[in-house]
């Protein structure tokens, strides 16, 4: 067995207390594009400006054009990947506590996995902007834009978008898990977007061991992950779920 692997079946075995904090990477295999590197969806324009909260107050026509409605296409087809259902078999198993994901495809929660904190919000909802009433992405109407409630207010998603705040429940969670975690496994997260990216910091500073799992380095490899396994999320996961499972 490849070292690194042998290493991380070894701490999650010891593990008494392990979460998992996940970003667009661990969705790609499930055909989602990520906001970084190669992925049709942003290589044309930048998500930091389509996807914040002054563009949709400028202009909810076109961020529900360029962003929203093809994001809702993409999401309302895909399924979890191996990545996934790995995390969520480490939590049937007693190891993996919690799983913080960056990501609003609900994808952790399609696996089965029951203790997901939303970091930034879900995507599986719209939210008025005038009533705060919530519909289902899946049900909303996108034929004509921006869809609107029934009061007539412009829908959203019931996600974080770029200048707005984490919601604070979320935040100070993920905080209290990340402090208490004995293993936090760090996949698909390029760790540049913040305050998500701290929480493998509070881990290390606690004590735990930070297992990051991404086909390129970050800037928490060699300085805040205790180890990098290069490859993508389900083969890795894979990997190692295999070892757990049938050991010897
Ligand atoms: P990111 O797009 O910045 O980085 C993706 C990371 O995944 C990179 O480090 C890349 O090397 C890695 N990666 C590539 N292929 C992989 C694979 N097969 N397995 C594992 N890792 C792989 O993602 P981010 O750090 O999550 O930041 C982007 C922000 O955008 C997040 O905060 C999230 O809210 C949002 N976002 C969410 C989704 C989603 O819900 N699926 C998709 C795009 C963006
Ligand atoms: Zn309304």
Redesign the pocket.
């Known amino acids: 067995m490849d070292t690194l692997i042998a290493r991380a079946v070894t701490d999650l075995k010891n593990a008494r207390n392990a979460v998992a904090l996940?970003?667009?990477?661990?969705?790609?295999?499930?055909g989602?594009?990520?906001?970084?590197?190669k992925g049709g969806l942003?290589e044309r324009f930048d998500?930091m400006e389509i996807?914040h909260i002054d563009a949709f107050v400028a202009d909810p026509e076109l961020v529900w054009r360029v962003l929203v409605k093809e994001l809702k296409e993409v999401?309302d087809r895909a399924l979890p990947n191996d990545?996934h259902k790995g995390l969520e078999r480490l939590g049937r198993m007693g190891i993996l506590k919690t799983v913080i994901?960056?990501?609003?495809?609900g994808?952790h929660q399609a696996a089965g996995s029951t203790d997901v904190i939303e970091?930034?919000g879900t995507?599986a909802w719209q939210r008025c902007t005038e009533c705060e009433t919530r519909v289902p992405t899946r049900d909303v109407d996108a034929s004509v834009l921006p869809p609107r409630c029934s009061c007539g207010g412009i829908l959203r998603p019931d996600?974080?978008l770029f200048g707005e705040m984490i919601p604070p429940e979320a935040l100070w969670r993920s905080q209290e898990v990340a402090a208490r975690c004995d293993v936090m496994l760090v996949?698909?997260?390029?760790?540049?977007?913040q305050p998500?990216?701290s929480m493998p910091i509070i881990a290390r500073q606690s004590g735990a061991r930070v297992i990051e799992?991404?086909?390129?380095p970050?800037p928490l490899t060699g300085a805040v992950s205790s180890y990098l396994i290069r490859?993508?999320?389900?083969?890795?996961m894979n990997r190692i779920m295999a070892a757990l499972e049938h050991p010897g």
């Open positions: 996940t970003g667009a990477g661990i969705s790609i295999e499930s989602i594009p990520p906001f970084r590197g942003w998500p996807a999401i990545g994901t960056q990501n609003v495809d994808l970091f930034h995507f996600a974080v996949i698909g997260t390029s760790a540049v977007v998500a990216a799992i991404n086909p390129e970050t490859g993508g999320a389900g083969e890795v």
